[in-house]
């Protein structure tokens, strides 16, 4: 879905038109969901969908201060005092504009079906964790996966507070071709 929209925004820049966004969410739900039905038509309920349609969204207030970034997720807690500014409720307030948010029961999900190699690099003078693995498709063609291990930081007066080693975890998966191929490449070095 990412590389389609990428790919339109290739002509969308041509064109002069706005370029077209999207963010993910990805959850796992340890039962089934569950259905209601509007006369014949089933519709899917489950915790999951909710959750995903939170972790998929892009708040307005980070928009301008993390454009152009390496990375497109980020995922900040409301400070003490600002908890009532919270958009619809939320404790938490995310940056998720062509990015992959999972949900971390989707990473422990995840990681016991791909085996994950922990990777630590430098991005923009910040020490990153990144896991990296392997996987088939449903053809048995070979791809990569990357994971980005966040730090949930601060919001705090229109402001960013980066989340320290202690902080809770997230977890993005990278679709930033440029950091897939030089983990690949430090990992051919090692």
């Known amino acids: 879905m990412l590389r389609i929209?990428?790919?339109n925004?290739?002509?969308?820049?041509?064109?002069?038109?706005p370029n077209l966004e999207l963010g993910i969410g990805i959850c796992f739900a340890g039962e089934a969901p569950r259905f209601l039905f509007e006369g014949e038509q089933p519709i899917m309920i489950s915790s999951?969908?909710?959750l995903a349609d939170r972790?998929?969204?892009?708040?307005?207030?980070?928009?301008?201060?993390?454009?152009?970034?390496?990375f497109s997720v980020d995922v900040l807690a409301y400070a003490e005092e600002d908890r009532d500014k919270g958009e619809k409720g939320q404790e938490k307030i995310r940056y998720n504009v062509n990015g992959i948010l999972l949900e971390n029961a989707a990473f422990a999900k995840l990681e016991k079906e791909v085996k994950l190699r922990k990777i630590s690099a430098t991005f923009d003078d910040h020490k990153e964790h990144l896991y990296y693995g392997l996987y088939k498709d449903i053809e048995g063609y070979r791809h990569d996966i990357v994971i980005r291990e966040g730090r949930v930081g601060i919001w705090k007066?229109?402001?960013?507070?980066?989340?320290?080693?202690?902080?809770?975890?997230?977890?993005?998966?990278?679709?930033n071709g440029k950091v897939i191929g030089m983990l690949r490449d430090k990992l051919k070095t090692n």
């Open 5 to 7: 929209i990428h790919n």
């Open 9 to 17: 925004n290739q002509f969308a820049k041509k064109a002069e038109l």
């Open 48 to 50: 999951a969908i909710g």
């Open 55 to 70: 972790l998929s969204s892009c708040s307005w207030k980070l928009r301008e201060q993390m454009q152009n970034k390496i």
């Open 157 to 175: 007066d229109n402001s960013i507070i980066r989340g320290g080693e202690n902080a809770e975890p997230y977890y993005e998966v990278v679709t």
